[in-house]
C-alpha cells in the first residue's frame, strides 16, 4: 500500500486529487469531458479506467452505476487526512471494479481533545479564486469538525468555467470502549463544457470551443452514520450510508440536422457494510479473521429529451425522449484470514461471495428488449504471501480473481434497438484472474519497492460506437513492471520517482468482424514516470516540485491500430514554493512551468481520417494564502 499523508497534499503542487494522484506509480490520468473530475487509470483499462478503479471515501465506494468519472472535486483537500492506494487488489474487502486496485481516502475526524481553525484563499490565472474554511472543536467526549470552500474558475478553455461549492462534517463521540460518528458531505458543482477541438483546431484556436452552449450541473448528499466497539475478543465496526446525486446537462446539436439533448438523472443508494475483526493465536502463529457483510441497494432514473421541458413527454420521430428507470441490489459476504508465522512470513487468505441483481427499463417503450433483469454471482479471491529476507528486504507473492459489474449506460441503450430505439442489453460481468510479484526495500533513508503484474481478462465490457451498443469485448490481457523509490538524502531534502512499464493488449477475437488479436488497447500509455523534490529551503521555507512523463498512446476508438500516428508523448512540470510566518502561510505554485501544448485524451473519428481531443492549460499561476487560529 502506498499511502500519501496530509503534510504531503499541503506541500504538493497539485490543485486537484487526479493531479496528485497522477504522481503514483501506474496510475494515468486524463481529461474526456474539459472539466475539473479527470478520468483515472489504475494499470493500464483505458477509456474503462473509472470502471476498473475502485474509489473509496473512508472505504464506502464512490463509484457510481452509470459512465461518470469519480466527483474528486467535491471533496475538500483540506478535509483528507490520508489516502490509500491498494494495487492491484481490494475485490475481496471491497467488491466489484477494484481489477486495476483501490484508492481508499481517509478524511479526518475530530481528535479527542483538540481544537484549531484555519480560514485561507487562493487566486490564479483565468479568473481562479477559491475562499476556504475549517475548524475542528473537541472535548473528552465529543467533537465536531467542518470543512468548507468556494471555488470558481474560467479554466484555459472557453466555455469552461467551473463553481464548486463543498461543505464537510462530521460528529463524532468518544468512548471507553469505541466511538461513533456522523458525517454528512454536501456539494454543488456548476460547469460549462468545451466539446473536443479538432486536429486543425488544435494548431489553430486549442482555447476554443465548438460547444458554446453546452453545460452540466451536479448537486451531491452524502450521509454516514458509522462506529466502532471493542467486543474483547475482537473489534466491531459498522457503518450506515446514503448518497444521494442529481447531475443535468445539455449537450446542444450545432449540426442542424440533429436534435439537442437535456438529461436528468438523479442516483441514489443506501449501504450498510458491518464488519468484524478478531485476533487470535494457535500453536505459536499470531492471526486475525475479518468478516463482513456488504449491502448496496441502488435506485436510479434518467429522463432525456431535446429539452427540459419535454423530459415528461412521449417520444415523438423529431422528439426522442427516454425514462430510464433502473435499480441494482448487493448483496456480499466476505472473509479475510491473516496468518503471522513468526516476525518474517505473512500469509494472506481472502474470499467474497456475491450475488447482484439489475434491473432496466425503458418506460416510453414497450417493447419486450426495452427492459430486462439480471442476476450474477460473482466470485473474488486472493492468496497472498510477503516474506522478510532481511531486516530490510522482503519479497510478496500475490494471485486472486477479480471481477466488475456492468453499469447501467453499459446495458441500456437509447439507440441501439432495431428500430433505432430504446434497448436493454444485460452483458455478463467481467472477471480477471490476477498475479504478482514483488520485492522491497526498506531503511531509514531509503524505500524503493519493484512489482510485476499480470492480469488476463474475460468479458471486458465496452462501447462499440458504430452500432451504438455495448458488448463484452474479446479476451485481453495487461503486464507491466513498476518501480518506484523515494529516499530522504539530507535532512533538508527529500527524492521520489517512479517509472511504469504497461502492456495492454487484446488476446485473440474480433471486434466488428476486425480480427484485433495481439492489438494494443488504446489509451494505455507503454511508459509513465515521474520524478519529484521536496526541499526545505530554510527552516520557514519550502520547496516542491515534480515532473511528470506520460508516453505515446493509441488514440480511442483505435483497436484496428490502424490510425496512422499515435497521441504524442508529453512532460509537464509543476513547482510549488511555500512560507510561514507565524500563523500564516502563504503558497506560490506553478503548474506546467515549460509551457507545454498537450492533451490527455483523444478520439480517432468513425472514417478513420482525423481526431478529437481536449486541450490542457498551459502554464498557470496559484497564489494561496491560509491563517490558523
Known sequence: MTVITAKQIAES??????????????????????????????????????????????????????????????????????????????????????????????????????????????????????????????????????????????????NNRVEQKNLSSSVRLFGAQGDIALKVDLDSQDLRLPGARTAAELET????????????????????????????FGQF?????????????????????????????????????????????????????????????????????????????????????????????????????????????????????QRSTIAAQDAFNTAAYASGSKTSTPLAWEIALRHELTTTTSVYGRVGQSFRLPTVDEVYSQFGGPLFDPIVALLEPQTSRDYELGAEYRTAMLRSRVSAFAMNLSNEIYFFAPTFSNINLPPSFRRGVELDASA????????????????ARFRDGAIGSVDVSGNVIPLVP?????????????????????????????????????????????????????QTISKLTLGLALNNLSNKAYYSYAIRNGAGTSFNAYPQADQTVLLTAEYRL
Not at 216 to 231: E, F, I, K, P, Q
Request: proline residues 5%; charged residues 15%; glycine residues 12%.
Open 237 to 353: 465496526a459498522a457503518e450506515l450510508g446514503y448518497r444521494d446525486t442529481t447531475r443535468t446537462s445539455l449537450l446542444k446539436d450545432y449540426s442542424g440536422f440533429g436534435t439537442d439533448t437535456y438529461t436528468d438523472t438523479r442516483s441514489k443508494v443506501w449501504s450498510f457494510t458491518p464488519r468484524l475483526k478478531m485476533p487470535y493465536g494457535a500453536r505459536g502463529i499470531q492471526n486475525s479473521l475479518i468478516v463482513g457483510v456488504d449491502l448496496d441497494y441502488w435506485d436510479y432514473l434518467s429522463r432525456r429529451a431535446p429539452s427540459q421541458a419535454a423530459l415528461d413527454t412521449p417520444p415523438t420521430p423529431t422528439s426522442p425522449t427516454a425514462h430510464v428507470n433502473a435499480t441494482q441490489r448487493d448483496q456480499a459476504f466476505f472473509a479475510q484470514h491473516h496468518s503471522a508465522f513468526g516476525e518474517g512470513t505473512k500469509l494472506t487468505l481472502g474470499v467474497r461471495w
Open 488 to 503: 530522504a538524502i539530507s535532512p533538508v531534502v527529500s527524492l521520489f520517482g517512479n517509472v511504469s512499464l504497461t502492456d
Open 13 to 158: 503542487a497539485a490543485k486537484t486529487l487526479p493531479q496528485l494522484l497522477s504522481q503514483e506509480a501506474g496510475i494515468v490520468t486524463r481529461d474526456s469531458t474539459g472539466g475539473p473530475d479527470w478520468q483515472i487509470d489504475l494499470r493500464g483499462f483505458g477509456i474503462t479506467g473509472d470502471q476498473n478503479t475502485l474509489v473509496l471515501l473512508n472505504g464506502q465506494r464512490l463509484n457510481e452505476i452509470e459512465l461518470t468519472t469519480i466527483g474528486w472535486t467535491a471533496i475538500p483537500l483540506d478535509s483528507i487526512e490520508r489516502i490509500e492506494i491498494l494495487r492491484g487488489s481490494g475485490s475481496v474487502l471491497y467488491g466489484g471494479g477494484a481489477t486495476g486496485g483501490a484508492i481508499n481516502i481517509i478524511t479526518r475526524t475530530p481528535p479527542q481533545g483538540a481544537s484549531a481553525a484555519t480560514v485561507g484563499g487562493s487566486v490564479g490565472s483565468y479568473g481562479t479564486q477559491e475562499v476556504r474554511a475549517s475548524a475542528n472543536v473537541a472535548g473528552q467526549s465529543i467533537g465536531f469538525n467542518v470543512f468548507a470552500n468556494d471555488y470558481a474558475s474560467d479554466n484555459y478553455r472557453a
Open 205 to 232: 484556436d486549442p482555447r476554443g470551443t465548438s460547444t458554446p452552449g453546452d453545460y452540466a450541473t451536479r448537486d451531491g448528499a452524502r450521509v454516514a452514520l458509522g462506529g466502532s466497539y471493542d467486543l474483547g
Open 526 to 578: 507503454r511508459l509513465k514516470a515521474n520524478a519529484g523534490i521536496a526541499w526545505q529551503l530554510a527552516p520557514n521555507t519550502r520547496f516542491s516540485g515534480v515532473v511528470r512523463y506520460v508516453g505515446s498512446q493509441y488514440y480511442d476508438n483505435d483497436q484496428t491500430n490502424t490510425f496512422p500516428t499515435h497521441m504524442p508523448a508529453y512532460t509537464v512540470i509543476d513547482v510549488k514554493f511555500t
